[in-house]
């Protein structure tokens, strides 16, 4: 095809991007939307069962960093019929899941992270990343997205769910541990799968999601303060400035919730 200048550029870059097969460069994904206020509360697992649920009774779906593997239980005794491989990175959350009782027979879990998963070539319908691509070190971020393409199925669909650095749960996480950077990265790793023509942004969804701590604080120093996979070192200045800022949405009964924006990514092999 011959393009004029009668067209301006930026159409006929978009033009000539879709017309060789490639999605659309730019403003395809938004790192954080410019309304906050209006976003719904969604949870990642209504969004999964909405989006993946549709793929059929005989699916396979993998998750990586399943971290305890609530969401991966309940998303197997939801769908008995799929079959799930929940794998996790950190070995002592692994033994965990392996000891935990109730585990549905469709769900395995098996050790390892994102560069290296151990399943069969173009084997897998659905790759599942609930919050944990920016925990990847980015160094690894391109072998694992290879490995991720090496076993999804043509037209498999890959499903990442991300925070998005803002709100009141942030910034008592950041005062300790700041991910905006790795988070950024994180994106931008994710947007050049897209921008590579490997694979098709189906959609995006900015949302809301409850973070609870039923104990309050207690809860959060266990969920959050001593996670297994990561080591925080908090000074006792920090730690009382972090008690504080907790403090603020802590209920009569003790307990504490947070909405966390996040965004979530649906993408599909090309």
Not at 137 to 143: G, S, Y
Not at 209 to 215: I, K
Not at 232 to 257: N, Y
Request: charged content about 25%; proline content about 5%.
């Amino acid at each position: 095809h011959t393009f004029t200048t009668a067209y301006p550029y930026s159409l006929l870059r978009i033009y000539a991007e879709c017309y060789c097969g490639l999605c659309i460069l730019e403003n395809m994904m938004q790192l954080i939307p410019e309304d906050l206020s209006s976003l719904p509360v969604q949870t990642d697992e209504e969004l999964i069962k909405q989006y993946l649920g549709p793929l059929g009774p005989s699916a396979v779906w993998v998750e990586l960093g399943c971290g305890d593997a609530n969401v991966a239980k309940s998303l197997a005794m939801c769908f008995p019929n799929i079959q799930i491989k929940a794998f996790e990175v950190d070995e002592i959350q692994h033994e965990k899941n392996v000891a935990s009782t109730g585990k549905p027979d469709n769900l395995t879990f098996e050790l390892g992270g994102m560069q290296k998963i151990r399943v069969p070539d173009a084997s897998i319908d659905a790759v599942i990343m609930l919050k944990s691509l920016h925990h990847v070190p980015t160094e690894l971020h391109e072998q694992g997205f290879n490995e991720v393409y090496r076993i999804l199925k043509p037209s498999g669909k890959l499903l990442v769910s991300e925070p998005v650095f803002t709100g009141d749960f942030i910034e008592i996480i950041r005062l300790f541990h700041d991910e905006q950077l790795v988070q950024k990265q994180a994106f931008a790793s994710l947007q050049a799968q897209i921008e590579t023509g490997r694979f098709r942004l189906e959609n995006e969804i900015h949302f809301t999601s409850p973070v609870n701590f039923a104990r309050g604080f207690s809860d959060f120093e266990r969920k959050v303060l001593k996670v297994t996979y990561m080591e925080h070192k908090l000074s006792e200045q920090t730690l009382r400035t972090v008690k504080e800022l907790f403090a603020e949405h802590v209920q009569e009964d003790g307990s504490a919730c947070f909405l966390q924006p996040l965004r979530l990514d649906l993408l599909t092999k090309l």
